[in-house]
């Protein structure tokens, strides 16, 4: 009787361990999905207006050559932003929900360390887009008008790199709970099946030293 409440309740702590991991999955693949439609939106807007824009003939050709570059690097990046955020949200959710005993832990796990190509990814799309708002405003405007609006351009890069270091550095996490001892805590079951293979296995022992 022991026995069987002992196994009961070790079983409904391990599901409230998955619970909890499930939250961390769901979370994990709501932020990977928000990232990846404002690195679409970030990439159409790059797109459209390197198709749009009208040059003008006499442009100086290294202004040109920045706004491309530019171009090029924002939807590349965006691109491949959306490309990794879309596969690891699939096939990590798919792992912790079809996979073995823990693969939740795993699908979790990997995906947290997942998130620092995507982020990256989204700040280099970002800053080409950026980039690229700059070079269009050096080869469409001229004298004080292009100065106001480059300088803007700018101190809003600016205002986007300091002040994400910051609440980068606000909400770092110096050390998360971990939940996976949970999730691998080990039950009656699990122990009698270990004490049989450890029976089997001095018995194979015993037989080949005799």
Partial sequence: MLAADRTLLETHLKQSAIKLREKELNLFTENFSSMATQAAVLAGFTTTCLIELD????????????????????????????????????????KALRGLDGSMDEAVDGMSKERVLIFRTFALGLFGNLCSVLGTCIILMNGMLR???????????????SNSWRIFKKFSLTEAIRLDDLTHYPTVGDSIVSSLRSSKLRKKTDNDVV
């Fill in 55 to 94: 040059i003008p003939e006499d442009t100086d050709t290294r202004a040109v050559y920045f706004l491309h570059t530019s171009a090029i690097i924002s939807i590349c990046a965006n691109i491949a932003c959306v490309s990794l955020a879309t596969i690891t949200s699939i096939w990590g959710s798919g």
């Fill in 147 to 161: 100065v106001v609006t480059g300088f803007t351009v700018l101190y809003t890069a600016w205002i986007i790199a």
